[in-house]
């Protein structure tokens, strides 16, 4: 009884360090927030299914097919899976070991000086040469039989918390697996969103440039009209015809784009392109309000900073992995073993072996490799330490950076409204100044180029702002915390 007290009390003990995260003192505010003014203040970030603050329902469901289809995030749950299944071998080390066997034996002897062999039909002889002499050997060979069964167990005692180590080092990769696992979920809905988005801002480019297409084929045949009543040169004619086929191949060209981000979506719902269509996607005028918080939120919403931090606790606990293997290992032993003639009589106490015991084994010279071990393990764990701290400040940075994109692209995006307002009204006026001929035609095509331009610009900064806001909300963890990690 005392004995199993001391066992269970050395068991107890863990040797290496215990884990304790890093502290980060992050500021208090997001710097490039203080003078960023939401659109929209009524609107709340989900958290969990982020993208429907964006109240489209095509989103909504192709953002619910990556989460199902995308093989990037499958692979990511295979490798959560592995990652549980080694906690699992891990844990086993905490039990013994116990085997069980079963064999029978057929041995033949034989006089002369050589070897009887037995025969499916019966005893033959041979001639079997022994120390350089022939000898003739006679039949009647003996044969013996050995039956054995038995029972064997061994258990290593987790004295100096090795097994104990190795456990809290796998439950921690594991977390680190599944904080992966959000991040290529995360990764892949954003990407989703963007690539969404860019193909609205496409659709609604080839929509602007069909327009423009019908307006300058009205401009030539006002002046091909004035040219044969003879109010305008040829050459009026032939710069609306040029101005008419260099918009026309903007609009072929659109089409690129547009059919390779349609491409790009098919793959990351995980369907073959030839296999997806996205019919037009309407162009949102307004960008939603994506509630920042503060920076020290970033350290519970991010998964790529959980993985980060995850792996920093499982690096630390090889550590003590490492020097448990100063210690002696001890093992406790036993078996229980019947061997007999016959199977009939085979359990009894005469044929009855055991055994039971411990051991110990200690290392008693290595060379330096244990202490070289134990190096190698406080130099991960500072590495690991290090790429937590990366981490965070690039996170930090990510949110900055689509803040002030925001903020200044809102700004922008005001300025783009007027000057396509301004640019549309100097345009009709351009081309009724053309018709009383009063202005060149050259007049009219500057016009609507400039038109033309003001509107592509302001398309570009609403794609980009609705872009950065899908940015930013990935950068905030999207709907993730920390505390959806599975528990260890």
């Given at each position: 009884?005392?004995?199993?007290?001391?066992?269970?009390?050395?068991?107890?003990?863990?040797?290496?360090?215990?884990?304790?995260r890093?502290?980060?003192?992050?500021?208090?505010?997001?710097?490039?927030?203080?003078?960023?003014?939401?659109?929209e203040?009524?609107?709340?970030?989900?958290?969990g299914?982020?993208?429907t603050?964006?109240?489209?329902?095509?989103?909504d469901?192709?953002?619910e097919?990556?989460?199902?289809?995308?093989?990037?995030?499958?692979?990511?749950?295979?490798?959560?899976?592995q990652?549980?299944?080694?906690?699992?071998?891990?844990?086993?080390?905490?039990?013994?070991?116990?085997d069980?066997?079963a064999?029978?034996?057929?041995?033949?002897?034989?006089?002369?000086?050589?070897?009887?062999?037995a025969t499916?039909?019966?005893?033959?002889?041979?001639?079997?040469?022994?120390?350089?002499?022939?000898?003739?050997?006679?039949?009647?060979?003996?044969?013996?039989?050995?039956?054995?069964?038995?029972?064997?167990?061994?258990?290593?005692?987790?004295?100096?918390?090795?097994?104990?180590?190795?456990?809290?080092?796998?439950?921690?990769?594991?977390q680190?697996?599944?904080?992966?696992?959000?991040?290529?979920?995360?990764s892949?809905?954003?990407?989703?969103?963007t690539?969404?988005?860019?193909?609205?801002?496409?659709?609604?480019?080839?929509?602007l440039?069909d327009?423009?297409?019908?307006?300058?084929?009205?401009?030539?045949?006002?002046?091909?009209?004035?040219?044969?009543?003879?109010?305008a040169?040829?050459?009026?004619v032939?710069?609306?015809?040029?101005?008419?086929?260099?918009?026309?191949?903007q609009?072929?060209?659109?089409?690129?784009?547009?059919?390779l981000?349609?491409?790009?979506?098919?793959?990351?719902?995980?369907a073959?392109?030839?296999?997806?269509?996205?019919?037009?996607?309407?162009?949102?005028?307004?960008v939603?309000?994506?509630?920042?918080?503060?920076?020290?939120?970033?350290?519970?919403r991010?998964p790529?900073?959980?993985?980060?931090e995850?792996?920093?606790?499982?690096?630390?606990?090889?550590?003590?992995?490492?020097?448990?293997?100063?210690?002696?290992?001890?093992t406790?032993?036993?078996s229980?073993?019947y061997?007999?003639?016959?199977?009939?009589?085979?359990?009894?106490?005469?044929?009855?072996?055991?055994?039971?015991?411990?051991?110990?084994a200690?290392?008693?010279?290595?060379?330096?490799?244990?202490?070289?071990?134990?190096?190698q393990?406080?130099?991960?764990?500072?590495?690991?330490?290090?790429?937590?701290?990366?981490?965070v400040?690039?996170?930090?940075?990510?949110?900055?950076?689509?803040?002030?994109?925001l903020?200044?692209?809102?700004?922008?995006?005001?300025?783009?409204?007027?000057?396509v307002?301004?640019?549309?009204?100097a345009?009709?006026?351009?081309?009724?100044?053309?018709?009383a001929?009063?202005?060149?035609?050259?007049s009219?095509?500057?016009?609507?180029?400039?038109?033309l331009?003001?509107e592509?610009?302001?398309?570009?900064?609403l794609?980009s702002?609705?872009?950065?806001?899908?940015?930013l909300?990935?950068?905030?963890?999207?709907?993730w915390?920390v505390?959806?990690?599975?528990?260890?």
């Amino acid at each position: 009884m005392l004995g199993a007290a001391s066992i269970a009390v050395l068991a107890s003990c863990a040797v290496g360090p215990d884990y304790n995260r890093p502290a980060f003192n992050t500021t208090a505010a997001f710097k490039e927030q203080n003078d960023w003014k939401p659109s929209e203040p009524a609107d709340a970030l989900d958290r969990g299914a982020w993208w429907t603050i964006f109240n489209d329902v095509a989103l909504d469901r192709l953002e619910e097919k990556v989460n199902v289809s995308n093989q990037n995030i499958i692979a990511a749950a295979a490798a959560y899976d592995q990652a549980k299944a080694l906690v699992d071998q891990a844990r086993a080390g905490w039990w013994p070991t116990v085997d069980a066997s079963a064999s029978l034996i057929r041995t033949a002897s034989g006089g002369g000086g050589g070897t009887t062999l037995a025969t499916a039909t019966g005893t033959g002889t041979a001639t079997v040469p022994t120390t350089g002499v022939s000898t003739a050997i006679a039949t009647g060979a003996r044969t013996t039989t050995i039956n054995t069964v038995g029972v064997s167990a061994n258990w290593t005692v987790d004295i100096w918390g090795q097994i104990r180590r190795t456990v809290e080092s796998d439950k921690a990769s594991a977390q680190a697996s599944a904080a992966a696992l959000a991040a290529a979920r995360l990764s892949a809905q954003g990407t989703l969103a963007t690539d969404y988005f860019e193909l609205a801002a496409q659709d609604q480019l080839q929509k602007l440039l069909d327009d423009t297409v019908v307006a300058e084929q009205r401009s030539l045949k006002i002046t091909q009209s004035r040219y044969h009543y003879g109010v305008a040169a040829k050459a009026d004619v032939v710069s609306a015809e040029a101005q008419l086929l260099s918009s026309q191949a903007q609009q072929i060209n659109a089409r690129i784009q547009r059919t390779l981000l349609e491409h790009a979506i098919a793959v990351l719902i995980g369907a073959q392109p030839a296999d997806f269509t996205l019919a037009p996607t309407p162009m949102r005028s307004d960008v939603p309000t994506v509630p920042v918080g503060i920076p020290s939120e970033l350290l519970e919403r991010r998964p790529d900073v959980a993985e980060a931090e995850r792996k920093m606790a499982a690096a630390n606990a090889q550590i003590g992995v490492a020097k448990a293997a100063y210690f002696p290992n001890l093992t406790l032993s036993g078996s229980d073993q019947y061997s007999g003639g016959a199977w009939s009589h085979l359990i009894n106490l005469p044929n009855r072996t055991w055994s039971l015991g411990p051991s110990l084994a200690e290392t008693l010279f290595d060379a330096g490799a244990h202490r070289a071990q134990v190096r190698q393990a406080r130099a991960a764990y500072d590495a690991n330490v290090a790429s937590y701290r990366q981490t965070v400040l690039a996170d930090l940075q990510q949110v900055e950076d689509q803040i002030a994109t925001l903020r200044i692209l809102e700004q922008q995006a005001g300025v783009e409204d007027a000057a396509v307002k301004v640019a549309r009204e100097a345009e009709g006026l351009t081309l009724n100044q053309y018709k009383a001929g009063t202005v060149p035609y050259s007049s009219v095509i500057t016009a609507q180029t400039t038109r033309l331009s003001a509107e592509e610009t302001a398309l570009t900064v609403l794609s980009s702002r609705l872009q950065a806001s899908v940015a930013l909300i990935e950068a905030l963890g999207g709907g993730w915390s920390v505390s959806q990690l599975p528990s260890p």
